[in-house]
């Protein structure tokens, strides 16, 4: 029985840190982009960051959508990879 009440404890421990974890979304202007294939590249650099489970990236307004993992990722993250391919971007605040 005592086996049994350890292992429980060692997988809800274990868990604990998934619990905390949320999806979210954010909204990155990306105003160097200045063809309409650009979106291709950095659609293709942010789903490698790990977390990202979608993006959408528009060349019209200039912006990429993400949704990832705070857990695993973050906005900081995120704008690194689309530096890193040549589209330096920053968050987009609503007001």
């Given amino acids: 029985m005592k ?5 429980s404890l ?6 604990a840190p998934f619990a905390s ?10 105003p160097t982009m ?7 590249t ?3 650099s942010l789903v490698k960051v790990p977390g990202v489970s979608k993006v959408q990236v528009s060349y019209e307004k200039r912006e990429a959508v993400i ?7 973050s906005v900081a993250d995120l704008k690194k ?3 890193d391919v040549g589209y330096p971007s920053m968050l987009k605040t609503t007001r």
């Avoid at 086996?3 to 292992?7: D, G, M, R």
């Avoid at 060692?10 to 868990?15: D, G, P, Q, V, Y």
């Fill in 67 to 73: 949704v990832y993992d705070d857990a695993q990722a």
């Fill in 42 to 44: 950095i659609k293709a």
């Fill in 81 to 83: 990879a689309t530096e």
């Fill in 3 to 7: 086996t049994l009440q350890t292992l």
């Fill in 10 to 15: 060692i997988a809800l421990l274990s868990a």
């Fill in 34 to 40: 200045d063809c309409a294939t650009c979106p291709i």
């Fill in 21 to 30: 974890a949320k999806q979210q979304t954010v909204k990155l202007n990306v």
